[in-house]
């Protein structure tokens, strides 16, 4: 009776003993994927967490519904004109804090805007390539993904004010 008592131990011990799993994350997506482990863990896999940047809240396609009033003046005679309407705007992101917006007075000119948390600020003193244009301006997306706008563009005869806002 001791011998066979002995021998189920021992093969308890040996059977035991080659039978050692390794315990592991075993999903290749997380960081801490094992390669080497037998069976899987409960619940221990971690994942890298996806980290936007500030400009990726402003990148997309945008119909930018405006109020505008022109305010010019020809041979000394100052004349205001008020307009709405609306048109299309696409902002494409160049780095982590910097976008492109294309289209920003419907006519096809691009400017870069640098971006802090929801705001947007753009400055350019040679718009669209003329050195006698100016734009200066500022935004912020809301929490419906509106892009609030206001800017000013400046010629040598008139001061253009737009005020609206840009839906995707």
Same mark, same amino acid.
């Given at each position: $009776?001791? *011998?066979?008592?002995?021998?189920?131990?021992?093969?308890?011990f040996f059977i035991s003993a080659c039978n050692n799993e390794t315990?592991?994350?075993?999903?290749?997506?997380? *960081?801490?994927?094992?390669?080497?482990?037998? #069976?899987?863990? =409960?619940?221990?896999? *971690?994942?890298?967490?996806? @980290? $936007?940047?500030?400009?990726?809240?402003?990148?997309?396609s945008y119909v930018f519904e405006f109020d505008k009033v022109d &305010?010019?003046? !020809?041979?000394?005679? &100052? #004349?205001?004109? =008020?307009?709405?309407?609306?048109?299309?705007? +696409?902002?494409s992101k160049i780095d982590t804090n910097t976008v492109l917006l #294309?289209?920003?007075?419907?006519?096809?000119?691009?400017?870069?805007?640098?971006?802090?948390? &929801?705001?947007?600020?753009?400055?350019? +003193?040679?718009?669209? !390539? !003329?050195?006698?244009?100016?734009?200066?301006?500022?935004?912020?997306?809301?929490?419906?993904? !509106?892009?609030?706008?206001?800017? &000013?563009? +400046? *010629?040598?005869?008139? +001061?253009? @004010?737009?005020?609206?806002?840009?839906?995707?």
């Open positions: $009776m001791k *011998t066979l008592l002995k021998a189920s131990i021992l093969c308890i315990e592991g994350c075993r999903d290749v997506l997380a *960081t801490n994927y094992d390669s080497d482990a037998d #069976t899987d863990c =409960n619940n221990c896999c *971690t994942y890298a967490v996806s @980290v $936007m940047d500030e400009a990726d809240v402003f990148v997309g &305010t010019c003046i !020809d041979n000394g005679v &100052t #004349t205001v004109a =008020n307009f709405q309407g609306d048109y299309s705007i +696409t902002i #294309t289209n920003i007075h419907n006519q096809g000119e691009d400017l870069q805007a640098s971006v802090n948390g &929801t705001n947007i600020i753009f400055s350019d +003193t040679s718009f669209g !390539d !003329d050195p006698a244009v100016s734009i200066e301006g500022d935004g912020n997306i809301n929490g419906n993904d !509106d892009l609030l706008l206001d800017f &000013t563009i +400046t *010629t040598p005869d008139c +001061t253009i @004010v737009y005020d609206g806002i840009a839906r995707k």
